[in-house]
């Protein structure tokens, strides 16, 4: 069985890059709260049939249901909030390369917080990493996206990684799918308030094709996480984690095929995606 663990894991990255090309046809027409929210409800539905179908919610600690909860506001609601955001703002392939800086993230947090040391391929990931990012941004001026943009998806990183070490010690008390359960109905309801004490309730309105689009994009997102979870399961994160951090590639290629006159890449943008893809594998598979 082990030797599906690498299928799963490809199988998650490009199920994940599908959701963003979705996400960006989708934001065509409607704005990202709109998405987010619409992609947290399916999320929502998504897990609570999974919960229900693996023998239901059990009684989890009350600590591993905070710490589920916090990952929810911290990772589910800013670091995919952020993502939508950044996707309409810098574009997919941009806001894909840069999301993947999370493993940067979560490999400084637990060098601090679980005191895990620094080895030579975490150095050498991290510079391969800024170097990439440099040739992001220099890539992003060439297509009118300023530098001060690229601190969207760089935050959405910054949350990714930081909601990663969050879920690890969560994990010691509740299980994954009813984590999942926990993190993503606590960000749907937050969400929903915001909305709803805001007197943003339109953007919980969606029809059409759109509407379809952000449902496809749902789907996809949670599927690839579920994907990722089983694949976890069966074998090691030294496997499992490289494998994921390609979906940037993935985007890259979807954008050449479905998002013609939407996104536009350049030599830079691709040689940039690459290195935070490579210093990313370095991180995560030999760190």
Known sequence: MSGWVPALALV??????????????????????????INLLVGTICVWIAVLATGGPGRPPATGIALFALAGLIGTVAGRLLRFISIETVGASISAAMVNLSPLVS????VLLLGERITVPIALGT?????????LSAGGKKIGVRPAQLVLPILSSACFGLVAVIRKIGLTDVGPVVGMAVNVTTALIAFTAFLLASGQQRAMICRGRSLAIF???????????????????????????????????????????????????????????????????LITALG
């Open 12 to 37: 998650a990255a490009i199920t994940s890059a599908s959701a963003t090309i979705l996400i960006r046809q989708g934001l065509r027409a409607y704005g990202p709260y709109t998405g987010f929210w």
């Open 107 to 110: 490999s400084g947090l637990a």
């Open 127 to 135: 510079l391969v990493i800024v170097l990439g990012t440099t040739l």
């Open 215 to 281: 449902v496809a994009a749902g789907v996809t997102e949670n599927l690839a996480v579920f994907l990722i979870i089983v694949a976890l399961g069966l074998g090691t994160v030294s496997v499992v984690a490289p494998l994921t951090n390609v979906a940037p590639i993935f985007v890259l290629l979807f954008s050449l095929l479905f998002l013609r006159g939407i996104e536009i890449l350049n030599t830079r943008l691709v040689v940039g995606t690459l290195l935070t893809v490579l210093g990313a594998v």
